[in-house]
């Protein structure tokens, strides 16, 4: 490298290590600076000790996970990810439909289990596309599936969980009379890219993945003031600058409307059933450093989070990256999005935090801040929220609690 090139190399890497300093000060990173970040893992080091250091102000030496059951209502989708190794056709074998009897069966032993939360997550708008699953629904008592979860949210209401639904795109009606039967919403922004709608890429044929349609919803979910959960899917087929550039949307919304709880960072897993079967997963450097930007780049008080059981192997550096939250673990459920990745034991994991420093804590589905911030949380939902928040109550997993 010619010398005047070295050294220009050398003072963008002098100020990059500056700048990853920022967020502690309470300044923003700028968006090419997140962008260089991402990409150089000779600055790894110092951008994973900024985070954790804001994660540890932020956050303290606590680290959550919500006991969830996982309530796959349906999964019939209109849409078809060439990830996605959940959807089915009316057809296909696997194809379900939970009954009401169902859902109560599966939320009474969950509550049984010690869970709290359920997690309604299904496909997108499926009576779009298949009369015989409007004929489901009309046998059913139901018009949309929108109408059928908030039944479903209602039996597991009476189970004695708090419901949690991403149920793909719903319209500001649906996601208000959805408020009084969850303590939150969530919706995976994914990506802000509309590159990937097109041909050949993985949202070719799911136009419930049009960038426009999930920020929409995102923002009326802000307008409705509904404690909400998103995140960004990595290893898509996405850049870098297209990764940062769905972080800084998720961070606008939240600063307009002040309800983003958390964002889930979560790598695309290959699977022998998918499109993208040989599609390359994203690197556990890749992942960490994602984490990392997250924390930086969001606003102290959105939790951020990756799911354990598509890292195994890398909670340590997880935690070392600044997460805060392990999102939902199931003792009875498994992950139906992706079935090949089994939860982590609670105990094991309440062990690796232990070993990092950090006490592992139960969650409820929507984070404490929201529940007494004005707006946020359903009254008619409020004594359930403070009943299963007194079983938590400063209780951490295991004994032992790091100084
Ligand atoms: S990822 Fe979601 S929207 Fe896409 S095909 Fe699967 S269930 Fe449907």
């Given amino acids: 490298m010619p010398e ?3 050294r220009g190399a050398l003072a963008a890497h002098e100020a990059l290590r500056e700048a ?6 309470g300044d923003d990173l700028t968006r090419d600076e997140a962008i260089a970040l991402l990409s150089d893992p000779d600055l790894s080091e110092h951008l994973l000790v900024a985070a954790a250091t804001l994660r540890d102000r932020a956050w303290g ?14 999964n019939l989708c209109r849409d078809r990810c060439t990830y996605c190794t959940f959807r089915a056709d009316p057809d296909d074998p696997h194809a379900w439909t939970m009954t009401p009897d169902e859902i109560a069966e599966w939320s009474a032993r969950g509550r049984t289990l010690g869970c709290k939360e359920a997690l309604l997550c299904l496909g997108d ?62 919706l995976m922004l994914e990506t ?15 136009p419930d993945k049009e960038p426009a349609a999930r920020l929409r919803m995102l923002r009326e979910a802000g307008e409705l003031a509904i404690p909400f959960t998103t995140g960004l899917l990595l290893g898509i087929g996405e850049t870098l600058a297209e990764r940062v550039d769905t972080l800084l949307a998720i961070r606008d919304l939240h600063r307009a409307h002040g309800h983003v709880q958390e964002v889930i960072v979560q790598p695309f897993r290959a699977k022998p059933t998918i499109r993208r079967s040989d599609a390359a997963e994203p690197a556990t450097d890749d992942v960490v450093r ?83 911030r004005p707006g946020f949380l359903s009254p008619v939902l409020r004594p359930r929220v403070a009943a299963l928040a007194a079983e938590i109550d400063g209780h951490a997993v295991g004994a032992e609690v790091p100084a």
């Avoid at 990853?20 to 000060?25: C, E, G, M, R």
């Avoid at 030496?61 to 349906?74: A, D, E, H, W």
């Avoid at 969980?161 to 939150?184: C, Q, W, Y």
Wanted: charged share 20%; glycine share 6%; hydrophobic share 45%.
């Fill in 4 to 6: 005047l090139a070295r």
């Fill in 20 to 25: 990853v300093a920022k967020p502690l000060a």
């Fill in 61 to 74: 030496r606590t680290v959550t996970f919500s006991p969830k059951i996982f309530l796959p209502i349906t």
């Fill in 125 to 186: 708008k499926p009576e779009v596309a298949f009369p015989v699953y409007r004929t489901t629904l009309e046998r059913l008592g139901h018009r949309t599936t929108a109408e059928y979860v908030e039944r479903a949210c209602a039996i597991a209401l009476d189970a004695g969980l708090l419901p949690h639904t991403n149920a793909g795109i719903l319209t500001r009606e649906e996601m208000a009379r959805l408020k009084d039967v969850n303590v939150s919403l969530g």
């Fill in 192 to 206: 802000v890219s509309t590159r990937l709608r097109g041909r050949g890429e993985v949202h070719q044929w799911a």
């Fill in 290 to 372: 994602t984490v990392a930007v997250a924390r930086l780049l969001l606003d102290r008080e959105v939790s951020v989070q990756a799911p354990p059981n598509l890292s195994p192997g890398d909670h340590a550096l997880l935690l070392g990256a600044g997460l805060n939250d392990w999102g939902g673990i199931s003792p009875l459920t498994p992950d139906y999005v992706n079935p090949e990745a089994p939860w982590p034991h609670v105990a094991a994991l309440a062990a690796e935090c232990r070993a990092a420093g950090y006490a592992l804590q139960e969650r409820l589905a929507i984070y404490p801040a929201y529940v007494d």
